[in-house]
């Protein structure tokens, strides 16, 4: 079974310029999560889907991320405009909808986004 | 709000010696446990999860026990290899949509 895809895997941009990160979730996950980790720290939630609806943003700076995931597979995350501070390595996870007690996650490999 | 505190790293351990990586959280009610591992140029895994208090997870020689009167969850392995090298993070399920909630997580390095 292949699992997450995310793409690119490395981006180097200035500050204030957009920047764009897409996922592959596993075939069949209803479930689609976007994690941000900064270098030091845990990985923080931004934003989960079920299916193509947004469940939890509460975490997501509105005024300059936004997430999309229209068909209810593959999501894409941006950033406009981007600040230096959002130099992290950006996660993304899937989960089957059946899965209500054993609550694994699976992650892909991650963005590593660096701000100058 | 929910949170996990993990103890701070680097911990360097020889080969065969014993690792214990200290876990607490604090959360409302009893959360599901979870220790995840990130290798090196790889994605998070999970390496094993406790459900519900005096549960023990275990995996790869890892073991984790869910202790609800200390609120903690810590993991060890009675003996350590080089391929454990990694960071580990523990973390717990929060909220109605399986949200979950990290620690800063804490990098192990294996010497043989």
């Known amino acids: 079974e292949a699992g997450v895809a995310q793409s690119p895997r490395y981006k180097i941009i200035e500050k204030r310029q957009s920047v764009a990160f897409w996922c592959n979730p596993i075939?069949?996950?209803?479930?689609l999560y976007w994690y941000q980790q900064i270098l030091g720290q845990g990985p923080k939630l931004l934003i989960q889907f079920q299916n193509n609806g947004v469940v939890d943003d509460s975490q997501l700076p509105k005024d300059r991320f936004s997430a999309e995931r229209l068909k209810g597979v593959d999501s894409t995350l941006k950033i406009q405009p981007a600040k230096l501070e959002d130099s992290a390595v950006y996660l993304c996870?899937?989960?089957?909808?059946?899965?209500?007690?054993?609550?694994?996650?699976?992650f892909g490999p991650g963005t590593r986004l660096t701000v100058l | 709000g929910d949170s996990v505190t993990q103890m701070e790293g680097p911990v360097t351990l020889s080969e065969e010696a014993f690792l214990t990586i200290n876990c607490t959280y604090t959360a409302t009610g009893y959360p599901s446990l979870f220790w995840y591992v990130q290798y090196p140029g790889e994605g998070l895994q999970l390496l094993l999860k406790?459900?519900?208090?005096?549960d023990k997870g275990s995996n790869k020689g890892f073991e984790a026990t869910y202790r609800k009167e200390t609120t903690s969850f810590h993991l060890e392995k009675g003996s350590v290899q080089v391929s454990d090298s990694a960071v580990y993070f523990c973390?717990?399920?929060?909220?109605?949509?399986?949200?979950?909630?990290f620690g800063a997580g804490t990098r192990l390095a294996v010497h043989p």
């Open positions: 996870a899937s989960r089957p909808i059946g899965d209500r007690v054993f609550n694994e996650q699976f």
């Open positions: 973390a717990l399920r929060s909220g109605g949509y399986n949200k979950l909630i």
């Open positions: 075939s069949g996950h209803a479930t």
């Open positions: 406790a459900t519900k208090a005096d």
